[in-house]
């Protein structure tokens, strides 16, 4: 690839992977804040209407391109179980706490992933932009994972407010990293908010199939699918070594 000077990459199933266990044990935590805080509530009573809030919540956000965040699943989950908790209740607030702090027992980075970036480091300027509905977890999962110091900027759609595959979150990347967008590649395994997003945004994107390439697992809420839609023409990278091999740098 030709005159790239950036390198924006998505974070879930690109450069960090989540166990299975993950959102069953999130979910688990999330039950258990409920009952320090005075309610307690059957976890099996709680997860189909839990489920359900966050799948209306989610089509609702990937519709209108606007984030939403988890806060508005949970007071809706609790609604339908005739417990009326504002989303903005500070039980709620340490719910979605609790919540996100299973995902740093349960994250890993996919192998290569600190050295692929140091070395990037010192020919690109790199920036990280990632559908996460609670920006506070995500920046603390990649300040966890050692990925900070290589991201200038760190951008988040729980923060932003809107969302991949919304054009404005890629505007936003383009802007911090102050390059013109025939100079900035994108890095991602979503088709829809990563690939199709990032070409309906004027920029390059780059296909990772690292984790379904090897039939790993991938948390169910991260994934939208519609793979038939990535063309010939964008380039598919299962391992660093590709994208080194794409950048000609080694």
Not at 137 to 149: F, N, R
Not at 168 to 176: A, G, I, S
Request: proline share 6%; aromatic share 10%.
């Amino acid at each position: 690839m030709d005159n790239v000077k950036a390198i924006g990459f998505d974070l879930f199933n690109t450069l960090i992977t989540a166990e299975p266990a993950a959102l069953r044990e999130a979910t688990s935590r999330l039950i258990r804040s409920f009952a320090e805080s005075g309610l307690a509530l059957d976890p099996e009573a709680f997860k189909k209407p839990y489920r359900e809030a966050a799948l209306r919540f989610i089509t609702e956000a990937r519709a209108e391109g606007r984030e939403t965040h988890n806060r508005f699943w949970i007071s809706a989950a609790l609604a339908s179980m005739g417990h009326e908790i504002k989303p903005e209740d500070p039980r709620i607030a340490r719910a979605v706490e609790a919540y996100f702090s299973a995902f740093f027992d349960y994250c890993r980075l996919i192998p290569g992933t600190k050295e692929m970036l140091a070395e990037l480091q010192g020919h690109f300027r790199l920036g990280l932009l990632s559908n996460f509905t609670h920006a506070p977890a995500a920046k603390g999962l990649v300040e966890y994972l050692g990925l900070a110091p290589y991201f200038d900027p760190i951008l988040i759609s729980g923060e932003i407010g809107y969302r991949k595959p919304h054009a404005l979150v890629f505007e936003l990347l383009v802007e911090k990293l102050g390059l013109e967008k025939s100079a900035v590649i994108y890095i991602g395994d979503d088709p829809e908010p990563d690939i199709l997003g990032a070409q309906g945004a004027g920029i390059r994107p780059v296909w990772m199939t690292y984790l379904r390439d090897r039939n790993l697992p991938v948390m169910p809420s991260t994934v939208t699918g519609h793979e038939g839609l990535v063309g010939d023409e964008v380039p598919r990278i299962s391992e660093w070594n590709d994208l080194f091999t794409l950048l000609r740098i080694r």
